[in-house]
């Protein structure tokens, strides 16, 4: 069965700070792995990682995969008020685009 | 705004009832997926269909099941409703991407959230 697995559970810092989401995977046929930041209702989507795209940047945020370590972390940086949520991470394995979700980190950023 | 419309956005019901939550993809999407996201499972994986048909199924109970259509919106129908059956219910879709090539990347609706009392 395949298995996500987030890391920490949840964090609270303060504006200015830097985290770091940790994410590890159990799958078979691995394809991508995909973030996403879920604040009140729908998640919404951050990065898609695979084998031909290990490392994504988009302003403050950035992703990595590492396939050797079935694991992939996302990094915030100068972290905002604005950036409290809770992060899933995802895996799409097999012939399919079905994900499996982690549990999720909530983040929660102090001012 | 991901483009993907969910109605309606909140349900109360009893159980023993029937629901039918309607989902309509992004324009150009072929695939629609259905999440239950309750507190103690996490987003959960039910149902997937492409372009009408039913590509793969996941942690879906009997008692549910879904349909896409023509119009490529899609339904998830929620029978014998039994009170841990409330959670989220997200509606995803994919695929507006060159011919022949499916993205895994999803856009999630805002979510019907689903009260059985």
């Known amino acids: 069965e395949d298995k996500v697995v987030q890391s920490p559970l949840s964090l609270v810092v303060h504006e200015g700070d830097t985290v770091t989401l940790n994410c590890s995977y159990e799958?078979?046929?691995?394809?991508?792995l995909l973030w996403y930041k879920q604040e009140k209702k729908a998640p919404t989507f951050l990065f898609m990682l695979?084998?031909?795209?290990i490392e994504k940047k988009s302003g403050r945020l950035s992703s990595i995969l590492d396939k050797k370590e079935l694991s992939s972390i996302l990094n915030i940086t100068a972290t905002q008020t604005g950036d409290s949520a809770i992060y899933l991470c995802?895996?799409?394995?097999?012939?399919?685009?079905?994900?499996?979700f982690g549990g999720g980190t909530r983040l929660m950023v102090k001012p | 705004d991901s483009g993907v419309t969910q109605t309606p956005k909140h349900l109360i019901t009893a159980t023993g009832q029937r629901v039918t939550l309607r989902c309509s993809p992004r324009?150009?999407?072929?695939?629609v997926y259905w999440y239950q996201q309750s507190l103690d499972q996490g987003l959960q994986f039910l149902i997937h269909?492409?372009?009408?048909?039913?590509?793969a199924k996941g942690n879906i109970l009997e008692r549910f099941s879904a349909q896409q259509f023509p119009d490529l919106h899609s339904e998830l129908n929620l029978s014998s409703l039994e009170l841990g059956d409330s959670a989220l219910y997200f509606c995803?879709?994919?695929?507006?991407?060159?011919?022949?090539?499916?993205?895994?990347?999803?856009?999630f609706g805002q979510g019907t959230r689903l009260t059985v009392v």
């Open positions: 995803a879709s994919s695929g507006r991407t060159e011919v022949g090539r499916e993205e895994a990347e999803a856009f």
């Open positions: 799958v078979t046929n691995f394809r991508s």
């Open positions: 324009s150009g999407d072929l695939s």
């Open positions: 995802a895996v799409a394995a097999n012939a399919g685009n079905m994900l499996t």
């Open positions: 269909y492409y372009n009408g048909e039913e590509r």
């Open positions: 695979t084998s031909s795209g």
